[in-house]
């Protein structure tokens, strides 16, 4: 019979408790929030660099701008993202609202 070693003692061989968590069980790292902000910048960094390598014939000549979509993407992002503040504004709801109204017995 062999000894367990520490490592081994350590390792969590149940199986995963959801279907999803082998596949997704990566985020709940501490860091999966950092590594995924560094890859997708380095993905953004490579596309934009790459543009630097096609040529295009774009019919607005605005369009042919290197980087050009890149930079209409973030701010159209941009855009999406702070229209929320004066939807919430407009839609929005009091903390109070789905509670059930108190019933007042003046009977």
Partial sequence: ??????????QDTRPAKHSGERYFGWTSHPKAGLYTFIFVGV??????????????HEY?????FKIFY???GFAAFGG??????????LLGR??????PEEETDNG
Avoid at 1 to 10: G, L
Avoid at 43 to 56: I, Q, T
Avoid at 94 to 99: D, G, K, Q, T
Wanted: proline letters at 6%; glycine letters at 4%; aromatic letters at 12%.
């Fill in 70 to 72: 890149a930079l209409f």
């Fill in 1 to 10: 019979m062999s000894e367990i070693t520490p490592e081994e003692h350590t």
């Fill in 60 to 64: 607005i000549h605005l369009a042919e």
């Fill in 80 to 89: 999406v993202v702070l229209s929320g503040w004066p939807l919430r504004k």
């Fill in 94 to 99: 009091p903390e109070n609202y789905y509670e």
């Fill in 43 to 56: 993905l953004a960094a490579g596309l934009a660099l790459a543009d630097f390598f096609v040529h295009r």
